[in-house]
Each structure stands twice: as structure tokens, then as C-alpha cells.
């Protein structure tokens, strides 16, 4: 204030437009730089102006699950909305996947969404989402990683065997750090470090070779290395 006293305003003394009795649970709060602030609640999603003189003329709009989930909100739980360079609105709702916004502006009530199909549901919830410098968006669920390219629509997949098989990320807002382009995400006991542009799946396909053969009813196995020619006796081809 102008005395330099730090205050807090909220719903019980300036805030008096603020919708508390439906959304008094926020989870994070996003900016999109361009003047317009995000509330991801665990009932829906709040959207207003910050340019504002006196907060008591806040004017909030609010979005919440509709029955008509195919261009509104799936789930009612909003875990985090990402506003890319951009411009474009993604929000992860729990237990609802990933979507776009579409409305044209953010500032409405009952804003509309399309739904990434990409990101399958069956793999783990998406619990939370970086942009890097390359516009490309890094979702983590609670044990394996996606690379989101919005320009092409691709999807990849980092699973256990890239990040770690007992590693298990949280919810925690990932971390962008542009000065050395490294993401950080924090995990239970553990927190996970590296650079998009280090990340890549690999070409190589691993050939199969058979090393031994072992036949119904024997307990031991034949060894088969540097055999050009396997012939199975007849009595064993059952």
C-alpha cells in the first residue's frame, strides 16, 4: 500500500466479486502476459482482467463442467492452464486429459474447448505442462513424459525406461529454465533435470538372437551360438 505495508486482498474484505462459494479451492493461478489472469480451481475456471484500479470492480468470469463435455470443460478439476507465446489456452483437468481453448477471447463466462485426443487417458492422467523455447509443450504424468509439438501435432513418448523405473513425478509446476534450455520437474524424493533438445527416441532396432533351445519334457537347454542350421528331431516337434 502507499504506507509499503504488504496486504492481502482477498474474497472476505476488498474481493467482495469474487465467486467464493464456487470456487474457493484454486489450485494455480496463470498469466498470459497480455493482461488476463487464470484461476485453475477443483470446480473450474476462473478468468479476469489484471488491469484494474480498484478490486472491488474485478469483474471474474467462470467456467464450469457442462453436459455437453464435447466443446466445454470435461471435468470440473482444473489442475493448470498453460497460456503459450503463442497465445494459445491449454488447460489438464484430472481425470479429463488435455484441451484447447477455443473461445476468442478469455474473458467470458462458459469459455469453449476441443479436446487433444492424442493424449491417451489409459497411459495416466497429465498432471502438468512447460513450454520450451521451441514452442513445443513437455506434459508429465506420474511416470512417463510427452513432448506435444502444436505446429505439426505430433505426439512422443518418453516412458519408465528413459526417466527412471521407480521414478513417480507430482503435480508440481515444471520449471523452464531459457538461460541453459533444461526443464526441472519435481518427483517424490527426487526431482528430474535435462534438456529438450537432448531428448530424442532412437532408430535402432535390436536384432533377435536366439541363443539356446529347449525342448517340452527336457530340463536343460541346448546351446544354439554358431549353429548356421537348427533341425528339430521329429519326436520333438510338437
Keep these: 500500500d502507499s504506507k509499503g505495508m504488504l496486504r492481502f486482498i482477498h474474497a472476505g474484505n476488498q474481493l467482495t466479486t469474487y465467486p467464493i462459494r464456487d470456487f474457493a479451492q484454486v489450485r494455480t493461478i496463470t498469466s498470459d502476459g497480455r493482461g488476463t489472469m487464470y484461476l485453475s480451481t477443483t470446480d473450474g475456471l476462473v478468468t479476469f ?48 486429459g488435455v484441451q484447447r481453448m477455443t473461445s476468442p477471447t ?50 512422443l513418448c518418453y516412458g519408465p525406461g528413459v526417466i527412471g523405473e521407480k521414478v513417480e513425478l ?3 509446476q515444471p520449471i523452464y529454465n531459457a538461460g541453459n534450455n533444461t526443464i526441472l520437474v519435481a518427483g517424490y524424493g527426487c526431482f528430474l533435470t535435462f534438456s529438450p533438445d537432448h531428448v530424442k527416441l532412437s532408430n535402432y532396432k535390436p536384432s533377435i538372437a536366439f541363443t539356446g533351445v529347449q525342448y517340452q519334457g527336457e530340463t536343460k537347454r541346448q546351446s544354439i551360438i554358431n549353429v548356421k542350421e537348427l533341425e528339430i528331431p521329429s519326436d520333438k516337434r510338437n
Excluded at 64 to 90: F, I, P, R
Excluded at 111 to 136: H, Y
Design 49 to 96: 482482467s489484471s488491469r484494474f484500479s480498484n478490486p472491488k470492480e474485478i469483474c471474474f468470469y467462470t467456467t464450469k463442467q457442462s453436459v455437453d463435455k464435447s466443446a466445454h470443460l470435461l471435468t470440473a478439476d482444473v489442475l493448470q492452464t498453460m497460456v503459450t507465446k503463442k497465445g494459445e489456452v491449454y488447460v489438464l483437468t484430472l481425470g479429463g
Design 106 to 155: 478469455p474473458l467470458a463466462d462458459n469459455l469453449t474447448f476441443d479436446i487433444l485426443s492424442q493424449f491417451n487417458m489409459e497411459e495416466g492422467r497429465v498432471q502438468a505442462v512447460v513450454e520450451d523455447k521451441d514452442g513445443r509443450l513437455w506434459m508429465f504424468r506420474e511416470n512417463s513424459i510427452n513432448c506435444y509439438n502444436p505446429t505439426t501435432d505430433d505426439l
Design 170 to 172: 507430482t503435480e508440481s
